[in-house]
């Protein structure tokens, strides 16, 4: 099986920062794209940022010049520095991979159980 765990979401003040991480575990052979995505009460699932194994990054509008990603290939896992936080970056922060089992020959999407980001003064 794969697992992803987040960490470091909490609460912060407007113009804070918060640094998120996601580590995959278990039976993994390869990982192509990771990513974030947000989910706020009462609103779709959007993408944050995503990352290759490459390097080439993606990024919403909403959060770009504030928040960068980046991966450790060798650790299996994906962060998020948010900078300049705003109340309407709330949200549940679910991180995203594109893995490949070893006893798969398909990779196949992966969510961990999402972590909650409050910007509230």
């Known amino acids: 099986q794969v697992q992803l765990v987040e960490s470091g979401g909490g609460l912060v003040q407007p113009g804070g920062s918060l640094r998120l991480s996601c580590a995959a575990s278990?039976?993994?052979?390869?990982?192509?794209?990771m990513g974030w995505y947000r989910q706020a009460p009462g609103k779709q699932r959007e993408l944050v940022a995503t990352?290759?194994?490459?390097?080439?990054?993606n990024y919403a509008d909403s959060v770009k010049g504030r928040f960068t990603i980046s991966r450790d290939n060798a650790r299996n896992a994906v962060y998020l520095q948010m900078n300049s936080l705003k109340p309407e970056d709330t949200a549940v922060y679910y991180c995203?991979?594109?893995?490949?089992?070893?006893?798969?020959?398909?990779?196949?999407?992966?969510w961990g159980q999402g972590t909650q980001v409050t910007v509230s003064s």
């Open positions: 995203n991979a594109d893995v490949l089992r070893r006893s798969s020959v398909y990779f196949r999407e992966y």
């Open positions: 278990g039976s993994i052979s390869a990982i192509n794209a």
């Open positions: 990352i290759t194994r490459g390097g080439t990054i």
